[in-house]
């Protein structure tokens, strides 16, 4: 299956997300170490309209610039309509694209960088809210390929993810795939 068409299918998995959302969820703790959901939101709303700016003029100025406003599910759901419109055409695959402080890149690699991002905080959302999380197996597949590239130096300076942790042998593929990108798969929200 096309990168992008299986992003597509994790955003709408996101979007399911993202419309339970009520205005009392948004002070939520999330497995984002200090977010809460708003930010986790804010967060995917930069990083969503940042990929697209990125995809049509070939690098965003800000990467941070997502605004929630009174509709949270609006504000994402546009960011995710913008990215997808961006990565829509194939010439974008092969574009080379500035993504924040990682570097720049083939279109396909960043599509890559956004599919990892999309499914490790669609289950940060998923956890957030107490909501099962099934992403499909092969966007799992694809990202962890990715994931098991980020080294582990260095992601404190650039922001990307925590440090990997252990996970047991007989662990999931999302549970490894979060267990790399430094995430506790057994983290809940404290009551």
Same mark, same amino acid.
């Given at each position: ?52 700016? =990125?995809?049509? #003029? ?7 610039? %997502?605004?929630? %406003?009174?509709?949270?599910?609006? /504000? ?7 990215? *997808?419109?961006?990565? /829509? ?13 990682f570097g720049t890149f083939p %279109? @396909? ?12 905080? %669609?289950?940060? *959302? ?7 999380? #099934? ?20 992601? #404190? ?6 440090? @990997? ?7 999931? =593929? ?6 790399? *990108? ?10």
């Open positions: 299956m096309d990168l992008r068409e299986l992003d597509r299918h994790t955003l709408l998995v996101l979007d399911k997300l993202v419309a339970a959302v009520t205005p009392a969820d948004l002070t939520r703790p999330t497995p984002c170490s200090g977010w809460t959901l708003a930010d986790l939101l804010r967060h995917q709303v930069s990083e969503n309209h940042a990929f697209a700016t =990125a995809a049509r #003029e070939g690098s965003a100025p800000d990467w941070d610039a %997502g605004v929630l %406003g009174d509709d949270p599910y609006a /504000a994402y759901r546009a960011s995710v309509d913008d990215f *997808l419109a961006a990565f /829509a055409g194939d010439a974008v695959l092969e574009r080379q694209l500035t993504i924040n402080h %279109g @396909s690699i960043a599509a890559h960088m956004h599919l990892v991002d999309t499914v490790a905080h %669609g289950w940060d *959302l998923a956890r957030a809210l107490g909501l099962p999380y #099934e992403p499909d197996a092969e966007a799992v597949y694809i990202a962890t390929k990715l994931a098991e590239r980020i080294p582990d130096e260095g992601r #404190e300076k650039n922001g990307s993810f925590a440090h @990997s942790v252990a996970v047991p042998a007989d662990a999931s =593929a999302l549970d490894r795939f979060l267990a790399l *990108l430094g995430r506790d798969p057994a983290w809940t929200a404290v009551s």
